[in-house]
């Protein structure tokens, strides 16, 4: 065993040192110890107070920066008979009051009787009142049907209303489909039809060919896109290719 080296707990006459625990008590308190709280203080109530404050004024200056609770069907519906008492009161509505009641509505048949009372309230229906009527379809039937009723009002669906119908498609081949109705009614796809497409894909094959039409329309992919395409790869090299456009593309 090495003598060289004294003991820490050893003295200066060689006698092993005892401390009490009185000692190790005091030989703690005198080394500085961090103190968390101390370096980073909490906010007393007065400061909580007054950022509350100017919190609440900032979101009753700005309505979208309030916090709405989370509501369920009854109560929606419970605001569309509110909407409906104001109009008995004989309030002049336009239709654009009456879509702002429809998005309350989540089940699609709520939403035909709604567009039935738009109707017989002496309104024309507009684009955003069937593309909002498309989103409560639960089937791919029934957004086609929604679709025939734009027909039938001689109303031309643009990009969104092809948009939400794709988002309701479950196979490539359907979602093929409705990229051929947007092309056959002359509408330029946009980031979202292409990020719809790409999401509807089961192939690596499929995934590429949707790359190579937004090369044909100059629309640049975005990482979501590039995420849902390097899902698709399958191989190391197909996902060094998805690299290597991803810094090709910024």
């Known amino acids: 065993m090495n003598t060289s080296k004294k003991n820490l707990n050893q003295g200066d006459d060689g006698w092993t040192v005892v401390k009490s625990r009185r000692e190790k008590r005091e030989s703690r308190r005198e080394k500085p110890r961090k103190n968390v709280y101390r370096q980073h203080p909490r906010e007393s109530r007065k400061s909580r107070k007054v950022k ?22 009854s109560d929606k519906m419970e605001r569309a008979r509110e909407f409906r008492r104001l109009i008995s009161a004989g309030e002049p509505l336009d239709i654009s009051a009456y879509n702002t009641v429809f998005r309350l509505i989540t089940d699609y048949y709520k939403g035909l009787e709604w567009l039935e009372q738009i109707k017989s309230d002496g309104l024309e229906p ?14 791919l039937d029934q957004s086609f049907e929604v679709l025939e009723m734009i027909k039938q009002h001689q109303l031309k669906p643009d990009i969104i209303t092809f948009n939400t119908l794709m988002k309701k498609t479950k196979t490539w081949n359907q979602a093929s ?12 796809p946009d980031l979202v039809t292409f990020g719809t497409l790409m ?3 089961r192939t690596w094959k499929q995934a590429l060919r949707v790359l190579k039409m937004m090369e044909q329309y100059k629309i640049k992919p975005n990482q979501i896109i590039f995420r849902t395409l390097r899902k698709k790869a399958a191989t190391s090299n197909q996902k060094d290719y998805v690299t290597r456009l991803q810094k090709q593309y910024r």
């Open 126 to 139: 507009s684009l955003i009142t069937f593309s909002t009527l498309m989103n409560k379809t639960r089937t």
């Open 199 to 201: 999401n509807k894909t």
């Open 177 to 188: 489909e409705v990229l051929k109705m947007i092309k056959q009614h002359l509408i330029k």
């Open 52 to 73: 509350t404050e100017q919190l609440n004024l900032v979101r009753r200056s700005k309505p979208s920066l309030r916090y709405y609770p989370r509501v369920n069907r």
